[in-house]
Each structure stands twice: as C-alpha cells, then as structure tokens.
C-alpha cells in the first residue's frame, strides 16, 4: 500500500483546509448557537466544488476519487461538522446513488444541479419506528401504475428543510419483506410532502434535522431508482459509502481537538511551565495523536479499497467503528487539557466534544456496525 499521496490529494486538503479556515471558522460558534444552517457557506462549497468531488464531470461533478473525499472531509470537520454532515449526505448518500444507479434521465435532472451544489439533497431512510431495524419500513408506495402513491413519516432527516431532492425509501409490497422496498426521488413541493419540526439537538446543531410526513404523495415512476424492489438493497449498498464519509467526519472531529489542545498545551502555563512539559499532558497528546492516526489509516484504507473496486464494506464500517469512538475519547481529553477554558464556548472543544457524539449514532450505530463487521467476518 501506497502512503504518499499525489500532488492532486493534497492539493485538494489544502483547499479544504483554508475554505475551513477562512470561510468556516468565522461565525461557526453562532451558527452552532442559534442552530443556524450554514446556507452561504454550502452555496460556496458547491462553486468550488466539494458537493459533488466524485461525480463524473460531466454531470459536473469534480471527478476525483474517494481518498480526495475523506481528505476534504476531515479537514472541514476539523471545523464545523454541521456543514461536513451536509457535504457527506450530498456526495455520498444523494449524488453517489443516483449517479450509480440512476437512470440518465434522473441524472439530467437531478444530479447535475446536485453535483453542481444548486441544490442539496437529502436520504430518507430513517423513521419513528425502524432505525436500526430498517427493513421494518412503514411508509408505503403503492404502486398505482404509472406513479406510486407514497404515505408515511420519515424522521431524523438530515438536509430535511434545505434540501430540494429527497430520497425516499418506501414499502411497496410488504409479503415480500425487504426485497418489496423501492427507493424514490421525491421532489419538494410535491403535494401532500409537509416538513415537519426541526429537532433541537445536542451536537451539530447548524445542521437541520427534520421529520418529513407524506400523505398521499404521487411519484411519477420514473422517479424510482432501479428495478422494482431494489430499494433496500440501494439503501445498505449507498450506506456502505457513506459510513465512509461519516468515519472521516469523526476523524476530523478528533483531529481538529487534537490541533487545539496541542497548540494551547504550549501556550498555556502551569506550575511555572507549560502544559506541554508536564508529562501527563504530554502522554495524553501521545495518545491522541496515535489513535488519530490509526483511524486515519483505516478511513484511508476504506476509500482506498473503494477505488480500487475492491469489497469495502468491513473496512468501512471498522472505520465508522474506530473512528467514531477514539472521536469520542480525543473530543473529552481536549476538553481536559483545557481545563475550564475547555468548558466554554469560545474555545471550540466543548462544541467538537457534543459533535462527536452523533459519529457513534447515524449512518449505523456503533452497535449496527458490529453486527455489519461480525457478519462479514462469519460468512
Ligand atoms: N451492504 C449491502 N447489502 C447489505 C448490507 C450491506 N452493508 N447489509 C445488509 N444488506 C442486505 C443483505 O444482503 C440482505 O439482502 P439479501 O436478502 O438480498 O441478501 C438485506 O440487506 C437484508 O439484510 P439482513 O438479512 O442482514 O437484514 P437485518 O434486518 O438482519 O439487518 C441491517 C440489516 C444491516 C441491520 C440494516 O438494517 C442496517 O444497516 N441498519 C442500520 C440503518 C442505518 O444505517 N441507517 C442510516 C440512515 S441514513 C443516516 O443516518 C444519514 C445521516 O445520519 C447523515
Ligand atoms: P434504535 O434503532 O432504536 O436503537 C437504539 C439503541 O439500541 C442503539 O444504541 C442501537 O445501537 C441499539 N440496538 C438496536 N438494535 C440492536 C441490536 N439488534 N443489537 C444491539 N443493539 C441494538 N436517518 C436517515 O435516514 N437520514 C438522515 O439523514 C439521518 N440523519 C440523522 C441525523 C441526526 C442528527 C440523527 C440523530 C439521526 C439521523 N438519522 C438519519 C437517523 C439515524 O440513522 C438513526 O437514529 C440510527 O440509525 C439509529 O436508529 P434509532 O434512532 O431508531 O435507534
């Protein structure tokens, strides 16, 4: 395996790196605050495009490959993971699917203006009553010939009040369980399409998090993405990829810590010295430093296999796994070497810290991963 990365890569990290720096960081404590949704600075993203960095070009994509995705995303999330959450739904989950199994129909009229950042996406597979058990979907799409008429609540919708193009999954012959389920492209302003309540959440909070509710929706059928009861299967096959992206957003939550409590170690005095010199701080940084490079290398492996056309679907949920948890424990030992600064807003950690919870919760809990590893390891 390969180590260095080309002259593309980390060009790409680079242009990450200073978008985060100078477009993300100004303002990102208030838009946390008051859980406003980074509109401007998506709208940037989408001109410079880190919207749609897979998608072929001609669908005005940027083209590049998965290693040049986690990279961006590690480094946007090393700042604001509410905007890095939106950057993953849309590449991964919306425009990856839809260039992969679209029709070229859906992709004239979707994915260009996706991959472009014109509009944003969102994936809807969640509901009140099948997370984790997802194959228990309760909205339904009846097939009523040349459209489905589509009924039900999906909740947790990430994009849910942003987005113009949803992905919906839905049930359309239960006897046949999860082999009965289609995904639709359903398009805001639909009728009987009703967003509903933005949630008030822990972390991420600039991101807009909302349940959707359909009554008696009618999707042409045209809008489904692929054969007849194909849904569930697009659904696990586009998860695989996006745990990929969720993984690197973790990694950049921990990253980001990491920097911070690095650089203030070295500024910042106790007992006549800085903490930098104590060496309980300083095996602290060790340890952080050391698990953020181990899950760095299983983000990299992951995408890497991805290009490669290899099976990525282990080694992507082991770097949701990994990453997501040593997320968790580099986020609380910045707040740590921060001390009280650590405890308040201003200083950035405690938002990194409520962050990096949502990595161990969405796209597959810790738990969902196991499971999706142990079966991979048993088969
Ligand atoms: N890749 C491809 N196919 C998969 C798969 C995977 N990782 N996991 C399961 N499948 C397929 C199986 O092969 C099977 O299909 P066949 O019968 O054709 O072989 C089908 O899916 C059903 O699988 P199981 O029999 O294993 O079903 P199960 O109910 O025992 O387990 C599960 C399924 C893996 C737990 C699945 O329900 C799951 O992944 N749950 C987690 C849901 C999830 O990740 N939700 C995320 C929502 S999106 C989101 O969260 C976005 C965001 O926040 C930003
Ligand atoms: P449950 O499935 O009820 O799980 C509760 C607990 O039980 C978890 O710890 C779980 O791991 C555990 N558990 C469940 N089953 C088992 C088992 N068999 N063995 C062991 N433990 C188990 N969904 C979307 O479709 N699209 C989105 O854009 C989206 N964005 C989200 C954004 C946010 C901020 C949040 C909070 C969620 C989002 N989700 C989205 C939903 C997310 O994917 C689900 O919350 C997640 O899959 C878990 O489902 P649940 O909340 O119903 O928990």
Same mark, same amino acid.
């Given at each position: 395996m390969?180590?260095?990365?080309? &002259?593309?890569?980390? %060009?790409?990290?680079?242009?990450a790196?200073?978008?985060a720096?100078?477009?993300?960081?100004?303002?990102?404590?208030e838009?946390?605050t008051?859980q406003k949704?980074p509109?401007d600075q998506?709208?940037?993203?989408?001109e410079?495009?880190?919207?749609?960095m897979?998608?072929?070009?001609k669908?005005?994509?940027g083209?590049m490959d998965?290693i040049?995705y986690?990279?961006a995303m590690?480094?946007?999330?090393k700042?604001?993971?509410?905007?890095s959450?939106?950057?993953?739904?849309?590449n991964?989950?919306v425009?990856?699917?839809? *260039?992969?199994y679209?029709?070229?129909?859906q992709?004239?009229?979707?994915?260009?203006?996706?991959?472009?950042?014109?509009?944003?996406?969102?994936?809807?597979?969640?509901?009140?009553?099948?997370g984790?058990?997802?194959?228990?979907q309760?909205?339904?799409?009846?097939?009523?010939?040349?459209?489905?008429?589509?009924?039900g609540?999906k909740?947790?919708?990430?994009n849910?009040?942003?987005?113009s193009?949803?992905?919906?999954?839905?049930?359309?012959?239960?006897?046949?369980?999860?082999k009965?389920?289609n995904a639709l492209?359903?398009?805001?302003g639909?009728?009987?399409?009703?967003?509903?309540?933005? *949630?008030?959440k822990?972390?991420?909070?600039?991101?807009?998090?909302?349940?959707?509710?359909?009554?008696?929706?009618?999707v042409p059928?045209?809008?489904r993405?692929?054969d007849?009861?194909f849904?569930?299967?697009f659904?696990?096959?586009?998860l695989?990829?996006?745990?990929?992206g969720?993984?690197?957003?973790?990694?950049?939550?921990?990253?980001?810590?990491?920097e911070?409590?690095?650089t203030?170690?070295?500024?910042?005095?106790?007992?006549?010295?800085?903490l930098? &010199?104590?060496?309980?701080i300083?095996?602290?940084?060790?340890?952080?430093?050391?698990?953020?490079?181990?899950?760095?290398?299983?983000?990299?492996?992951?995408?890497?296999r991805?290009?490669?056309?290899?099976?990525?679907?282990?080694?992507?949920?082991?770097a949701k796994?990994?990453?997501?948890?040593? %997320?968790?424990?580099?986020?609380t030992e910045?707040?740590?070497?921060h001390g009280?600064?650590?405890?308040?807003?201003?200083?950035?950690?405690?938002?990194?810290?409520?962050?990096?919870?949502?990595?161990?919760i969405?796209?597959g809990?810790?738990?969902?991963?196991?499971?999706?590893i142990?079966?991979?390891?048993?088969?």
């Amino acid at each position: 395996m390969n180590f260095q990365l080309t &002259e593309e890569h980390l %060009a790409v990290q680079q242009a990450a790196r200073d978008f985060a720096q100078n477009e993300l960081l100004p303002g990102v404590i208030e838009r946390d605050t008051e859980q406003k949704f980074p509109k401007d600075q998506i709208k940037k993203m989408g001109e410079l495009g880190f919207m749609g960095m897979m998608v072929d070009p001609k669908y005005n994509g940027g083209g590049m490959d998965s290693i040049s995705y986690v990279l961006a995303m590690e480094e946007i999330s090393k700042v604001d993971a509410s905007v890095s959450v939106c950057m993953s739904v849309n590449n991964s989950l919306v425009c990856w699917g839809l *260039e992969k199994y679209g029709t070229e129909e859906q992709k004239e009229k979707y994915l260009k203006r996706l991959a472009a950042g014109e509009i944003i996406g969102a994936f809807c597979l969640s509901e009140p009553e099948a997370g984790s058990d997802a194959t228990s979907q309760r909205t339904t799409a009846e097939d009523k010939g040349d459209h489905y008429l589509l009924n039900g609540t999906k909740n947790w919708i990430t994009n849910g009040n942003s987005a113009s193009v949803y992905i919906v999954i839905a049930q359309t012959d239960a006897a046949k369980k999860h082999k009965g389920i289609n995904a639709l492209i359903v398009e805001k302003g639909m009728p009987g399409f009703v967003v509903g309540k933005k *949630e008030d959440k822990m972390g991420i909070r600039g991101s807009d998090t909302h349940s959707l509710m359909f009554t008696d929706v009618k999707v042409p059928k045209a809008n489904r993405i692929g054969d007849d009861g194909f849904g569930f299967s697009f659904a696990m096959t586009t998860l695989n990829g996006g745990r990929i992206g969720i993984a690197s957003q973790a990694l950049g939550i921990a990253a980001g810590a990491y920097e911070l409590a690095l650089t203030y170690s070295k500024e910042r005095k106790a007992f006549g010295k800085n903490l930098s &010199e104590h060496q309980a701080i300083q095996f602290k940084l060790a340890e952080m430093a050391t698990k953020i490079d181990a899950a760095r290398l299983l983000v990299h492996q992951a995408a890497w296999r991805k290009d490669q056309r290899q099976d990525f679907v282990k080694a992507a949920a082991m770097a949701k796994l990994f990453a997501s948890q040593i %997320a968790q424990e580099v986020t609380t030992e910045a707040v740590q070497i921060h001390g009280g600064y650590g405890y308040v807003k201003e200083y950035h950690v405690e938002r990194l810290m409520r962050d990096a919870k949502i990595t161990q919760i969405y796209e597959g809990t810790t738990e969902i991963q196991k499971m999706v590893i142990s079966r991979e390891l048993l088969k």
